[in-house]
């Protein structure tokens, strides 16, 4: 059972590359969120979806796209890197039960726009 | 959300308790306290949530006031491997919307051997 798997671990992108970050769960959750993390911040959610299908926008969306084509993945797509875009991405998943609070997290995705 | 305050920083030596604050003075009544923590450049794991009782499981105690504008995490007996950054999250259980923790930055605890 691999849990959450971030793919990929590390990138370095010039400024106006393109890119996609793959996260794929196995443990049939239905919600998945892609945070980022920057030095000394807490986690801040970009898009999350709720199901195959849907997603939806978070604190900071821009310059970013997502899509849930099937329900173990949830891909984030940077169309037009930029250097603010540096940072430790992470994705995570949770599934239906209703009081549960436990968001299971990959281990992150270091990426450097230069 | 509630916002909550936690201490930058903390430090406890290994084996004793370490008992980590947080005040979320501002928490509405359907809103519960979760913890998280996250050990250097790993991804947050989820530790412990409550919503007016005390809570424990294996790896924490939650304190509630009975107010429930503070809370208090309790790790019973710290190890070095405890060392990380601990999150203190305000939010309304269920919906899609949980996912959208406020994760703020939390508190640095060090274990001391």
């Known amino acids: 059972n691999a849990g959450v798997t971030q793919t990929p671990k590390f990138r370095v992108l010039k400024t106006g590359q393109s890119m996609t970050l793959l996260c794929a769960q196995d443990m049939n959750h239905e919600y998945m969120y892609w945070y980022r993390q920057d030095p000394g911040m807490g986690l801040r959610l970009i898009h999350y979806s709720v199901g195959e299908g849907t997603t939806a926008k978070g604190e900071v969306p821009d310059g970013y796209n997502v899509s849930r084509l099937k329900k173990q993945n949830f891909l984030l797509g940077l169309e037009s890197a930029a250097p603010s875009q540096t940072s430790v991405y992470f994705c995570?998943?949770?599934?239906?039960?209703?009081?549960?609070?436990?968001?299971?997290f990959g281990e992150g995705s270091r990426l450097t726009v230069l | 959300d509630a916002k909550t305050t936690q201490p930058p920083s903390m430090d406890c030596a290994e084996g004793r308790a370490a008992n980590l604050p947080c005040n979320h003075s501002?928490?509405?009544?359907?809103?519960?306290v979760y913890w998280y923590r996250q050990i250097h450049s790993q991804g947050p794991q989820y530790i412990i949530h409550g919503l007016k009782n005390n809570e424990t499981n294996e790896m924490a105690s939650l304190i509630i006031t009975e107010d429930r504008k503070s809370s208090t995490l309790i790790l019973p007996h710290a190890t070095l491997r405890d060392t990380a950054v601990y999150y203190c999250i305000v939010r309304v259980a269920g919906g899609s919307t949980l996912g959208r923790l406020y994760f703020g930055r939390g508190t640095q605890l060090t274990v001391w051997p």
């Open positions: 501002t928490i509405s009544g359907n809103e519960y």
């Open positions: 995570a998943s949770r599934g239906l039960a209703a009081n549960t609070g436990e968001l299971f």
